[in-house]
């Protein structure tokens, strides 16, 4: 059973700057490649950003770009969201999720999601 735990979202002004954690509980996260996706209300689930397992592929969703850096800690379990220059159209949920290998910017080829975490970043 794999569980991923988000956290460090919160309210900020826009260009203020969050951390998302996620953490997993999992014995095979070194890996597994990672991904944040987020969602707005009424919207569909959008991908965000993606890292290989080994941390040496990024990818980011061209809205992001620049702001927003994906990094992991195997040692810890941890995958990272550092999101800078906040912009109130950031404001989401933004959940974690993991898959085997390759990574994907596809939120079905997901098999594992946290529970969210809000980001709400105010105008």
């Known amino acids: 059973q794999v569980q991923l735990v988000e956290s460090g979202g919160g309210l900020v002004q826009a260009g203020d700057s969050l951390q998302l954690s996620c953490a997993a509980s999992?014995?095979?996260?070194?890996?597994?490649?990672m991904g944040w996706f987020r969602q707005a209300p009424g919207k569909e689930r959008e991908f965000v950003a993606t890292?290989?397992?080994?941390?040496?592929?990024?990818t980011y969703v061209d809205s992001v770009k620049g702001r927003f850096t994906i990094s992991r800690d195997n040692a810890k379990n941890t995958v990272y969201l550092q999101m800078n220059s906040l912009k109130p159209e950031d404001t989401a949920v933004y959940y974690c999720?993991?898959?085997?290998?390759?990574?994907?910017?596809?939120?079905?080829?997901?098999?594992?999601w946290g529970q969210g975490t809000q980001v709400t970043v105010s105008s």
């Open positions: 890292i290989s397992w080994s941390g040496g592929y990024t």
């Open positions: 999992t014995r095979t996260f070194s890996g597994d490649a």
């Open positions: 999720a993991a898959r085997p290998a390759v990574t994907s910017i596809r939120y079905y080829d997901y098999s594992y």
